[in-house]
């Protein structure tokens, strides 16, 4: 690990900066090479100082690299980091008053921030445009090839043909199907070219996810899964070095078409705001108020996640609105600006791409011929119960499922559980029509109102017509009015249904894989086809029960009253609420994904019923829940701690505990000092008056105590074993042939937060999330007696909610 130049026998990497216990027992696996530009974070390198008479004084600390910046699996000092970027301010603006280089200097900093979202934006857009055209690529490269170029997707390789329905179009003469090339006949003709296509469906779906799972396994482990957890957790405080790094960036957009294009039950959309955070992060290096501060550079990040929900849904809106509800941490008004802003460029760029075809920019663009009414705001209610049951169900199911993976000897062959779970997934996906399309293109043909042109079988109705003298049934494709269902919309239920249970079941085995994988599509998927399936039933019982009271008066017979189309929306904004526990980010989300403006009520109905009921099961939405399974340190803000504890009952050190590490702020050599450090992996240490009075100081950290100690040996003449470490600012008596002392002051903090020890748990858990410490002490009197970290407080809350304390692995 670089640790910005200085090396040190006695220092762990692993140590935390949050907290003064032993985790020498905290193993992490970290196999990915991170490259360069990742691990040298936020380093900086600065000349000597000098004295006006030409003598070298001792280097100012802060300025030396390594010190102010955190190692890995460690909580970012936001009061530190916000204090230094108030200072950096306040120097630009008081140069910019006496020059004007300077004054242009201040004016591109303030500039610097609107041309990273810029380029953010510019960036993010163009991958997400390369990332949808080529997943639609390889998604119909299962089922055949265009023969004018193989690089044609399906839509494209027959856009110049002139069919009169949809399905007459797809069957052009230039897309040739895997039967069709190999036994040269189509595969509803005879079974074994049926056989040829289900052998080559499964042969590509293999292919694509092995390949997904060995380049995540050999070049970048932390491009798996969706990476909203880590996002979320990243925005808190916490560094975790190499997540957001290039090769991550490269790896995760590669494999993200590799697994969307196996048919894996996922989505790109979770893991395009990790693409774009990564991107964030990247660009971040070429800006140094960004590079060299952590608060900052989360300011950042947070405008970025908005920017990946954007270009995943097309929703600039609902990006930002997503950012503000569901991932950040710190979202000041300034960065709600700059998140727009990055928000709209990242959708005009991916509008400019048009990857999919439509000269829109939503995903799922519905037109319906019909308003809805008020009393079908209960089947709406009906559709947000299934979707808290569902989301309930699925974060238990999951998490239960990601438990044993972790647990035991299942978790040590992840390549071999992609390619099972691929194969049943393709095996049993292949028979069911609905189960065979894309997850985006299910939910495209769900949401569809039945027009014209339409042949799916969703749209098979039977027409009624002859007036009183007789009827002449006729099975056609558009029924603009509510009809009389055919037998094709019969065969399509009992598809649908069967699809139901199968995305249920097999997305609880694939999210959490190690592949990229969104949860975004899956849960919609999911409620859309409840969705639909409760319209068409509520379409049905308009047309055989039209005299019941609940249709008396607004559903007449040969009319167009009920859209089995805004019912699978419904479904869709339902579940996905239920997972992720959105709201206000959810319904701006799925007017925008729809173009569906007017029916923001059945929305927010269905929306807020199903945050309801999943939250009766739990509160923690399926990324808090992973969170929590991977012991990340994460204080939510949505949970309140209800207990009447004290400060007394968490601190540390306990009874039974030894004394408290501390230093003296004069009379310690920097043997003893070293040896200090030596003989603990705490992450840092209180200063003390003296260790009898133990009167407090300061803190000093123990990443800043070692590198400064090692450039005081390297830097400063005559530093020997028995120089006496000083944390103040004038020198005590001293011998003359005494060796210099040790200067710390700079690097000591003279204002940690501190409460006693009759302090309120609530109030301290409340300082821990609005200020974002890693650590407090405990006084009495000015009397040092403990110490409260991070790792405390979520040990405290986890007990006090009778869960397992020792579930919090990182500090």
Request: net charge neutral; hydrophobic share 45%.
């Amino acid at each position: 690990m670089d640790n910005g130049g200085f090396c040190y026998d006695n220092y762990h990497s692993g140590d935390s900066d949050d907290e003064l216990v032993d985790i020498s027992d905290v193993t992490v696996d970290y196999n990915e090479d991170v490259p360069p530009l990742d691990r040298d974070y936020n380093t900086g390198h600065c000349k000597a100082d000098w004295r006006p008479n030409g003598s070298p004084k001792l280097r100012d600390l802060l300025d030396v690299s390594g010190i102010g910046t955190y190692e890995d699996f460690n909580t970012i000092d936001w009061v530190r980091e916000k204090s230094r970027d108030r200072d950096r301010h306040r120097e630009i603006t008081n140069k910019s008053k006496h020059s004007t280089l300077a004054l242009l200097f201040s004016i591109s900093d303030a500039f610097s921030g609107w041309l990273l979202m810029l380029l953010i934006g510019l960036m993010s857009g163009a991958l997400a445009g390369g990332i949808d055209i080529a997943a639609h690529w390889m998604t119909d490269l299962k089922e055949g090839v265009c023969l004018d170029g193989f690089w044609f997707n399906h839509e494209d390789c027959c856009w110049t043909y002139n069919g009169t329905t949809f399905k007459e179009r797809d069957k052009c003469p230039q897309w040739k199907s895997w039967a069709e090339l190999m036994v040269g006949v189509s595969e509803s003709t005879v079974w074994y070219a049926y056989m040829a296509s289900y052998f080559m469906y499964v042969c590509w779906a293999l292919f694509f996810s092995f390949l997904a799972v060995i380049l995540v396994r050999a070049f970048a482990p932390y491009a798996c899964g969706s990476g909203i957890p880590e996002i979320k957790t990243i925005l808190s405080g916490f560094i975790i070095r190499g997540y957001l790094g290039k090769w991550t960036l490269i790896i995760k957009t590669i494999t993200l078409v590799l697994a969307v294009s196996s048919g894996l039950s996922l989505g790109k959309e979770g893991p395009l705001v990790h693409v774009a955070c990564c991107c964030a992060n990247i660009l971040c290096h070429f800006f140094t108020k960004y590079r060299r501060n952590e608060a900052k550079r989360r300011e950042v990040l947070s405008a970025a996640s908005a920017v990946g929900v954007s270009v995943a849904f097309g929703a600039p809106i609902g990006g930002v609105l997503f950012s503000l509800e569901e991932v950040s941490y710190y979202f000041p008004l300034k960065t709600l600006w700059r998140s727009f802003f990055a928000a709209l460029v990242a959708a005009f760029t991916l509008r400019s791409i048009n990857p999919f075809g439509n000269s829109r920019l939503v995903l799922f663009y519905v037109e319906f011929h019909t308003p809805w009414h008020f009393l079908e705001l209960i089947p709406f209610i009906l559709l947000g119960i299934f979707g808290g049951l569902w989301g309930a169900f699925f974060i238990h199911a999951n998490i239960a499922w990601c438990r044993l993976r972790k647990n035991t000897s299942f978790g040590h062959y992840p390549v071999m559980e992609v390619l099972i779970v691929t194969l049943v997934t393709a095996f049993l996906a292949f028979p069911n029509e609905f189960t065979r399309m894309s997850s985006s293109t299910l939910i495209s043909e769900l949401f569809n109102d039945c027009s014209l042109l339409d042949s799916s079988k969703l749209c098979n109705y039977t027409s009624v017509g002859g007036g009183r003298g007789g009827s002449v049934n006729a099975t056609i494709a558009n029924a603009l009015a509510d009809r009389p269902a055919g037998p094709g919309l019969y065969t399509a239920m009992w598809q649908l249904a069967l699809a139901l249970l199968f995305k249920m079941v097999i997305t609880v085995a694939t999210f959490g894989m190690k592949v990229p994988s969104g949860l975004f599509i899956p849960s919609m998927a999911v409620g859309a086809i409840a969705g639909r399936l409760l319209g068409v039933f509520m379409e049905q019982l308009a047309v055989y029960h039209h005299d019941w009271a609940i249709f008396r008066g607004w559903c007449s017979p040969g009319t167009d009253c009920i859209t089995p189309g805004l019912y699978a929306m419904v479904g869709a904004a339902a579940c996905l609420g239920g997972v992720t526990r959105m709201t206000v980010s959810l319904v701006v989300i799925m007017f925008e994904l729809t173009g569906g403006l007017e029916y923001i009520v059945p929305l927010m109905a269905a929306a807020m019923t199903s945050k309801w009921v999943a939250d009766a099961f739990g509160r923690e939405s399926i990324y808090e829940a992973h969170i929590r399974l991977n012991g990340y340190p994460f204080l939510e803000a949505k949970e309140e701690f209800r207990h009447k504890t004290l400060a007394t009952d968490v601190m540390r050190p306990r009874r039974s505990d030894p004394p408290l590490s501390v230093l003296t702020q004069s009379g310690m050599s920097v043997e003893e000092v070293e040896r200090l450090i030596a003989d603990t992996t705490y992450s840092g240490f209180p200063v003390v008056l003296s260790l009898t009075s133990q009167r407090l100081v300061g803190f000093v950290l123990r990443r800043d105590l070692i590198i400064s100690l090692e450039n005081a040996r390297r830097h400063q003449e005559g530093v020997v074993s028995v120089s006496v470490v000083l944390f103040t600012e004038c020198d005590p008596p001293a011998s003359p042939n005494a060796p210099p002392a040790v200067k710390l002051r700079s690097i000591l903090d003279l204002s940690p937060f501190t409460v006693t020890v009759h302090t309120p748990m609530e109030i301290v858990v409340d300082i821990f999330r609005k200020l974002g410490l890693r650590q407090c002490l405990v006084t009495q009197n000015g009397r040092l007696l403990g110490i409260i970290t991070k790792k405390d407080i979520l040990k405290h809350m986890a007990q006090m909610a009778n869960r397992d304390p020792d579930s919090i692995l990182f500090n």
